[in-house]
């Protein structure tokens, strides 16, 4: 296989840099009450990892000048961190955006049944997983049940104005395919959904982002216990397209681990793969200006960034359809 650095020589790319910091995406922690098929972080219940109080502080302190518009909580399930709410509502005082991203059966879990409201309260815009908008594929991905109880939460959020037209609520979902194949187109895909959930469930969302399933952790172990590790990456290497290299979200978005650490993006993360020597690795460090402009950590898993229509945690890249 071409290596990833050496296809962009190719193209006259003597590396990949940053060209700000618009995003800053932390991972509060590895627990989920799922433990999805596709996990690049094999997030699960018996997950330790959680992000703790003072490298929440830390989160805080590089936040609060205002120069990082929008703070993207990721996970595991972001919500079973503790100090959750803690981090949202001194995040909106702060006037920055905050952007959470659930898989919905979680604000069904005892004790968090009350977040659709507090979500509301702080008008945070939420990009929530689906899989699929029939049972099957659902249930089969990320266990029996999960349809039903994301279709409820659904429309807990719906009932408060989340996702409804003309609401400044932002409710989006997420796609993932179901197997070893790429995502339809986004604007199709997006207008199927909309349909068959408004007129099955009376279900409405704003926006449906697709992301390609990466060739890490479980789903890089599904890939290879059925034999389709090496045509996988076979088809992500022939699908690469130049035209979704000024979208990669690395190039706008950092990307902060549970203990801190920094990262190019979450998948670097669930590899262990950190910032390029010299660059500042931790919050402690953390240097708006030398970040901004940063050169990019390069690996072969960056393909599935760059195939196709592109792929990005807010969906197929720009010029890339």
Not at 3 to 16: D, H, T
Not at 224 to 247: Q, V
Request: charged share 20%; with cysteine; aromatic share 8%.
């Amino acid at each position: 296989m071409i290596p990833f650095a050496r296809q962009l020589e190719s193209l006259g790319y003597s590396g990949l840099r940053a060209l700000e910091v618009g995003t800053l995406q932390v991972n509060l922690g590895w627990r989920c009450n799922q433990a999805c098929k596709h996990c690049h972080l094999q997030a699960g219940p018996e997950r330790l990892e959680q992000m703790a109080l003072p490298t929440i502080r830390e989160v805080l302190r590089v936040t609060e000048t205002g120069a990082i518009p929008v703070l993207d909580l990721t996970g595991g399930a972001p919500e079973l961190n503790p100090h959750f709410e803690y981090l949202v509502a001194t995040l909106r005082r702060l006037g920055v955006h905050v952007r959470s991203r659930s898989n919905l059966t979680v604000l069904l879990e005892p004790g968090k049944e009350h977040l659709p409201e507090f979500f509301r309260k702080h008008r945070v815009e939420l990009i929530c997983s689906l899989p699929y908008y029939q049972q099957e594929m659902v249930d089969r991905v990320r266990g029996p049940g999960a349809f039903f109880k994301s279709l409820e939460a659904l429309r807990r959020l719906n009932s408060l104005g989340y996702g409804q037209a003309g609401s400044d609520l932002e409710l989006h979902l997420m796609y993932n395919p179901g197997g070893a194949f790429f995502p339809p187109g986004q604007k199709p895909l997006e207008d199927l959904f909309r349909r068959e959930l408004a007129q099955r469930h009376e279900i409405h969302f704003h926006h449906l982002y697709t992301l390609l399933n990466m060739p890490i952790g479980r789903f890089q172990d599904y890939l290879r216990k059925s034999s389709n590790y090496e045509s996988y990456m076979g088809k992500l290497l022939a699908s690469f397209n130049p035209a979704t290299l000024s979208g990669l979200m690395c190039r706008s978005l950092l990307s902060v681990a549970w203990d801190g650490r920094l990262f190019d993006c979450d998948f670097h993360q669930a590899l262990d793969l950190p910032l390029l020597p010299g660059l500042p690795q931790t919050l402690e460090e953390f240097d708006l200006q030398a970040l901004a402009s940063r050169p990019i950590r390069l690996a072969e898993h960056c393909y599935g960034c760059t195939a196709g229509a592109g792929s990005s945690c807010g969906g197929s890249l720009a010029g890339a359809e």
